[in-house]
């Protein structure tokens, strides 16, 4: 944790040249001992030296700039990607591995800029849940998994 040169497409979402010094924070996320994701978290100096470590221990980031700015908008894509050493490590997972990354970018504060670039990468091996759009609202909702069709007079369903 700490200002230090970020990943160039992070410099690229905050204007300044890749290779430039911002805020970053790197967490890995477990469940019982077993690595679920790494979440790597990009800000500018101002917005993220004023982060505690205990806010970051006990907070999603995500709760922490919504208490101090106000949010307009949280942007996200999806790729698969090969990770980082550092992930691979914190995954435990093989050089060659292919992994889903998620890239987050929240927007907020007096100007509505951008306060978080973050990447976040998933072992590879994670059920993920899937999303649905609700039409109606524009939200993403997660769903459970649909319910196994049933196979009728030998033929699959169709």
Do not use: K
């Not at 944790?1 to 040249?17: D, S």
């Not at 970053?24 to 019982?32: G, K, L, P």
């Not at 889903?100 to 990447?119: C, D, F, M, Y």
């Amino acid at each position: 944790m700490g200002v230090e040169t970020a990943p160039a497409e992070a410099c690229r979402a905050f204007g300044p040249a890749p290779g430039s010094a911002l805020w970053q924070c790197v967490q890995s996320h477990e469940r019982a001992g077993v690595p679920l994701l790494v979440s790597h978290h990009v800000q500018r100096p101002e917005v993220g030296a004023r982060h505690t470590l205990e806010e970051l221990r006990t907070q999603q980031m995500l709760q922490i700039l919504s208490g101090r700015y106000e949010t307009t908008a949280v942007r996200r894509s999806l790729r698969a990607d090969n990770p980082s050493p550092l992930v691979r490590r914190h995954l435990g997972i093989a050089p060659d591995t292919p992994v889903l990354t998620a890239v987050i970018r929240v927007h907020g504060g007096p100007s509505g800029g951008l306060l978080e670039w973050a990447r976040l990468t998933t072992h590879p091996e994670l059920p993920l849940p899937d999303d649905a759009l609700d039409l109606a609202t524009g939200r993403w909702a997660q769903t459970p998994p649909p319910s196994p069709r049933r196979m009728t007079s030998g033929h699959s369903p169709g």
